[in-house]
């Protein structure tokens, strides 16, 4: 079992960066895939990115390609994801979760979630 405790986010304005971090107690954090997941007032938790327990592979959702970049530093147990050029629709709750086998996308593939942490960008 893993538990997951994200930080980082905030209020910034468009166009400002952020680095979300995810800090995983337990030995086992380099044998998990590790994704971020976002969910918007009134809206279901989309997906945002994922990585592989070596970080080789990583996958994003369309509206955050090129802004946005998932890594992982297995020796720290922390998963990270960097958002540049911040946009008013990326305002979420961000979550990390985490899931020893192959995920999909949906956020029912993966088993171990943090609490959130709030990221808000003004226009």
């Known amino acids: 079992q893993v538990q997951l405790v994200e930080s980082g986010g905030g209020l910034v304005q468009a166009g400002d960066s952020l680095r979300l971090s995810c800090a995983a107690s337990?030995?086992?954090?380099?044998?998990?895939?590790m994704g971020w997941f976002r969910q918007a007032p009134g809206k279901e938790r989309e997906f945002v990115a994922a990585?592989?327990?070596?970080?080789?592979?990583?996958s994003y959702t369309d509206s955050v390609k090129g802004r946005c970049t998932i890594s992982r530093d297995n020796a720290k147990n922390t998963a990270y994801l960097q958002m540049n050029s911040l946009k008013p629709e990326d305002t979420a709750v961000y979550y990390c979760a985490g899931r020893r086998r192959i995920p999909t996308q949906a956020p029912a593939a993966y088993d171990y979630w943090g609490q959130g942490t709030q990221v808000t960008v003004s226009s």
């Open positions: 337990g030995r086992t954090f380099s044998s998990y895939y």
């Open positions: 990585i592989s327990p070596n970080g080789e592979i990583t």
